[in-house]
């Protein structure tokens, strides 16, 4: 994590995406309006990053029903903020995934165990495009649960929630080429691990 500026993070025990420069101003401005009680400007959060906060919570649990709670307790949360000092939020996205990132690390530590993807089925599988229409896509899925808990991380946002990397960047308060770097290194990870079990299929 680089240079850490004044910011607002959810206070949990796990860990948080600090608020890094802002991103867009415009959307900060919003934001700021929906804490204030603008329910446009609620509606407009809520069709922007609804949709991409409950593909990283289930990616990340492994849970569609622990990931739709998550995400309800996302929006209960900011909506409290409504009745609180207003806190200066310069990057709404990250913010909002922060809380989902620490909800989801205390839903894992809570379980101690996930359930697997193979035990979802397969139109239940949150993909943004056709899921388990071939096997490699299913070994995709299945060699993500493997991976460090940071990188899987990184991979959701990227390859489920349609994040590009300098956006990833802004939203953990890093540089684009350290997350380029731990992007290109899951990934090799991830290639090899799905190599690896195509291989052990093709043997039995």
Request: hydrophobic content about 40%; some cysteine.
């Amino acid at each position: 994590m680089e240079k850490k500026q004044k910011s607002t993070v959810l206070k949990t025990n796990a860990v948080s995406i600090e608020q890094p420069r802002v991103i867009n101003i415009e959307e900060a401005q919003c934001f700021a309006k929906f804490l204030s009680g603008d329910d446009n400007a609620a509606m407009y959060f809520f069709r922007a990053y609804n949709r991409k906060l409950f593909l990283y919570c289930a990616k990340l649990v492994n849970n569609m029903h622990a990931a739709e709670d998550i995400t309800q307790e996302v929006w209960e949360r900011i909506i409290k903020l409504r009745s609180q000092t207003q806190p200066e939020i310069s990057n709404p996205g990250g913010f909002m995934f922060t809380i989902a990132r620490n909800l989801c690390l205390n839903h894992i530590k809570l379980k101690k165990h996930t359930i697997p993807l193979d035990a979802i089925s397969e139109m239940e599988i949150p993909h943004e495009y056709q899921p388990g229409s071939t096997e490699v896509e299913e070994l995709v899925n299945s060699s993500l649960d493997t991976l460090k808990f940071e990188d899987k991380e990184l991979l959701v946002l990227n390859m489920y929630c349609g994040y590009r990397f300098d956006e990833i960047a802004n939203m953990m308060g890093m540089s684009p080429n350290a997350i380029w770097t731990r992007a290109s290194r899951a990934r090799a990870q991830l290639r090899d691990r799905v190599k690896s079990m195509l291989k052990r299929d093709n043997h039995t």
